[in-house]
């Protein structure tokens, strides 16, 4: 963490420009310098494909369970993402951001539709050297130096740094009942998949098992960062609704 985004603000502001300095400069201006950061739907639908992408990466595997690249058996891909202030992240439920990335191709350098509000955006994301991406939205190129620390998507260029909080939340709320501890099913049906190792540390809104009920596919996600302790089903056995699916241990 660094004050680089104040010391843009700072630098930016009218009166630090014409040079109208003194000691208490930072006081009297500290409604401007500390205002909420404004962000731009720009910012949301980047962050959106780059966060997808840097999980991607974390997580690539040749199973179709471990794609995070929104496939819904028999259904257009669709992922939804919720992006906010890293500042207001505990309140993230009622002040997020939600990007829905639709689309029919399984790789993010190819044609997304985003939708955030009531404004579409076409996209695609394109990895370059190092951390670099160029993102593309409708039809505008824009370089990043960009990376995922933990939950927080950061993107640098010369005009400053946009630190987004970004968590899926598609696959979340299938009626199930979710607690720190455990998943249970939320109907009758059949284990399809485990996606993550036993001990393996996954975070809050990662896919950890899926499962099939009434020819609809329902992928459970870790209700917090944390690790699954045990799975007390394996891929194709039947399951009732209600039945507990796997033991969580949410981090310290």
Known sequence: VTNRAFLQRLANHPGFKNVELDTRFIERNEATLFAPRQFSTEDYASAALIGLHQLAQECESDSPWGRHDGFRLNAPHTIRIALCDPASAQAADNDSAVVVVEGKRATLDTQWQLTIGNSTLTASLQPLEGDAVAVTLNGHRRRLQAYKDGHVVVMAEPSGETRLFWRRIDAIDHGHHETESTLTA???????????????????????????????????????????????????????QGAVLLDFAPSE
């Open 186 to 240: 939320p109907m009758n049906g059949t284990v399809v998949a485990l996606l993550v190792e036993p001990g393996a540390q996954v975070e809050k809104g990662m896919p950890l098992m899926v499962m099939e009920a009434m020819k609809m596919e329902h992928t459970m996600t870790a209700p917090a960062d944390g690790s699954v302790e045990t799975f007390h089903f394996q891929a194709g056995d039947t399951v009732s």
